[in-house]
């Protein structure tokens, strides 16, 4: 079983900045992609980053964005905590939502997260942590 649990979220803003936390425990999976995904009042959850785990691999750290976030956004892994972080800078109102970390294993010959914001291929999810931007 693996936990997730995201921290960092708050009010700020717009043009502002926040970072969001995600760290995992319990049981080591590699590879994995870990992904943040959020969700809107009366929206549907949507992917906004991910993050290829693959130790010992030229592929290890391949990230994906959400083309909304290009540019502003970005997501890093720390192994040393196995902490995966989301950077959010020049947020705008429309980036709030509920941010959810979630992670997808993948099969030993997986070298991407090509379909990377499909939430059916996530099997562990956070409880989320809420960001509000204001105008």
């Known amino acids: 079983q693996v936990q997730l649990v995201e921290s960092g979220g708050g009010s700020v803003q717009a043009g502002g900045s926040l970072q969001l936390s995600c760290a995992a425990s319990?049981?080591?999976?590699?590879?994995?992609?870990i992904a943040w995904f959020r969700q809107g009042p009366g929206t549907e959850r949507e992917g906004v980053a991910s993050?290829?785990?693959?130790?010992?691999?030229?592929?290890?750290?391949?990230?994906y964005y959400d083309q909304s976030v290009q540019g502003r956004f970005r997501i890093s892994r720390d192994s040393a905590t196995n902490t995966v972080i989301l950077q959010m800078n020049n947020l705008k109102p429309e980036d709030t939502a509920m941010y959810y970390c979630?992670?997808?294993?993948?099969?030993?010959?997986?070298?991407?997260?090509?379909?990377?914001?499909?939430?059916?291929?996530?099997?562990?999810w956070g409880q989320g942590t809420q960001v509000t931007v204001s105008s």
């Open positions: 979630a992670l997808a294993p993948r099969d030993s010959y997986s070298y991407s997260c090509g379909s990377w914001a499909n939430t059916r291929d996530y099997v562990f």
């Open positions: 993050i290829l785990r693959r130790d010992h691999s030229q592929y290890d750290g391949n990230r």
């Open positions: 319990g049981y080591t999976v590699n590879p994995s992609c």
